[in-house]
């Protein structure tokens, strides 16, 4: 099984620029997720859904939009990249956004900008 | 102060040794638990799950949570270099699926 794929693993970006970050799960889990890693912050939430057609904000939303519009897909869009948006992006999902419920994780991308 | 507070090591222990991993945390509405363990240039992947307080165990892998102190843990038996890597401590309250992620502490077993 796949599982979380997300791509590219890498890029560089310069300042201005912007990209988007792809995101597709393969289990049919409603729940999806964006989350950012910098060194000693660790995981903070960017945005998620609930299900296709449905996201909201988490902690750091600004600087980034997020669209569903099937249930597989999650792509993340940086507009007018800053160089403090240079991080570790983690795509997740989970089947029912349960209490305590199990985070499927994708491997990343390692995000630069200069 | 930061709602989950996790020391980040690095902590270097010989192969075989007992390791203790731990968090604090200062929402008293935290109820669930759990420890993701990430591999260098991966995702994180979860290792232990634990529902209030109370202990579980699985094989080497013991997860222990005291409310009362605000304190969780994760202890490792016999650890094995496999076991390098870093340990993210999680937990979210009753009735939210939105996680809150201590910063990880990185653990290095030497052979």
């Known amino acids: 099984n796949a599982g979380v794929t997300q791509t590219p693993k890498f890029r560089i970006l310069k300042i201005g620029q912007s990209m988007t970050l792809q995101c597709t799960q393969d289990?049919?889990?409603?729940?999806m997720y964006w989350y950012r890693q910098d060194p000693g912050m660790g995981l903070k939430l960017i945005y998620y859904?609930?299900?296709?057609?449905?996201?909201d904000k988490g902690e750091v939303p600004n600087g980034y939009n997020v669209s569903r519009s099937t249930t597989e897909d999650f792509p993340l869009r940086l507009e007018l990249a800053a160089p403090s948006q240079t991080s570790v992006y983690f795509c997740a999902s989970s089947y029912s956004g349960g209490e305590g419920e199990k985070l499927f994780f994708g491997s990343g991308t390692q995000l630069s900008v200069l | 102060q930061k709602e989950v507070e996790q020391d980040p090591g690095p902590l270097s222990v010989p192969e075989g040794a007992i390791v203790s991993l731990n968090c604090t945390y200062s929402n008293s509405a935290f109820q669930y638990f759990m420890w993701y363990r990430q591999y260098s240039r991966k995702g994180p992947e979860l290792l232990m799950y634990?529902?209030?307080?109370g202990n579980k165990e699985d094989g080497r892998f013991t997860a222990q949570v005291d409310k009362s102190s605000k304190y969780i843990s994760l202890f490792i038996r016999d650890s094995q270099p496999s076991d390098s890597a870093t340990y993210l401590c999680a937990m979210t309250p009753s009735g939210t699926y939105k996680y809150i992620f201590g910063t990880g502490t990185r653990l290095k077993v030497l052979a």
């Open positions: 634990t529902y209030s307080s």
């Open positions: 859904s609930v299900g296709a057609g449905i996201t």
């Open positions: 289990m049919n889990h409603n729940y």
